[in-house]
């Protein structure tokens, strides 16, 4: 272990077959209490530079969570088949998404619903 040229390409090596298998894992792999939700995952590797301007922040429980701005055609009626409100949400949060997109639905008591799963604080 004391030569280099020997152990270092074997890390790289090593990083990369973990790295495959997180990513895999991450994007097939859901709590099965969750399997009605069918969500778009996207996952950006390797090019933080290429998107350094790009790149917003929000915080979230006291962590600066990065994120990318992406338009969504929330305007168009039937893009948006549900929201679903988080189970620790403030007791109104519902009526806020309805306010947020009745101007653009017929119906927008039918989008949103708090979810149902159990809440565990961690």
């Not at 998107?51 to 969570?65: A, C, D, M, N, Y």
């Not at 994120?67 to 519902?94: R, Y």
Request: proline share 7%; hydrophobic share 40%.
């Amino acid at each position: 272990m004391r030569d280099r040229s020997v152990w270092l390409p074997f890390l790289r090596c090593m990083a990369e077959m973990l790295m495959v298998q997180l990513i895999f894992n991450s994007l097939v792999i859901k709590h099965e209490a969750y399997q009605n939700e069918r969500e778009v995952r996207l996952f950006i590797l390797g090019e933080h530079e290429k998107l350094k301007g790009h790149i917003s922040t929000r915080p979230r429980q006291g962590e600066i969570v990065p994120f990318i701005k992406t338009p969504f055609p929330l305007q168009t009626e039937g893009s948006i088949f549900e929201i679903v409100v988080g189970p620790s949400a403030l007791e109104n949060a519902e009526n806020g998404v309805r306010a947020l997109v009745q101007q653009f639905y017929k119906a927008p008591d039918s989008i949103a619903r708090r979810s149902s799963i159990p809440y565990r604080a961690g």
